[in-house]
């Protein structure tokens, strides 16, 4: 999978990135074989 995670008025940390990926990547057990995906994650601050 490729990630891209922006952040509007937010850094994005390397903590935060590897919450997301970890997350997104639970996603894998529901599809049989190989995924090719494109994630795009946007944080923003309220």
């Not at 995670?5 to 994005?12: L, P, S, Y």
């Not at 390397?14 to 944080?43: C, H, N, T, W």
């Amino acid at each position: 999978m490729k990630f891209n995670i922006r952040g509007d008025n937010v850094e994005v940390t390397p903590a935060i990135r590897e919450f997301i990926m970890k997350k997104v990547e639970k996603l894998e057990k529901y599809f049989d074989g190989a995924i090719s995906a494109d994630v795009q994650v946007k944080l923003k601050s309220i």
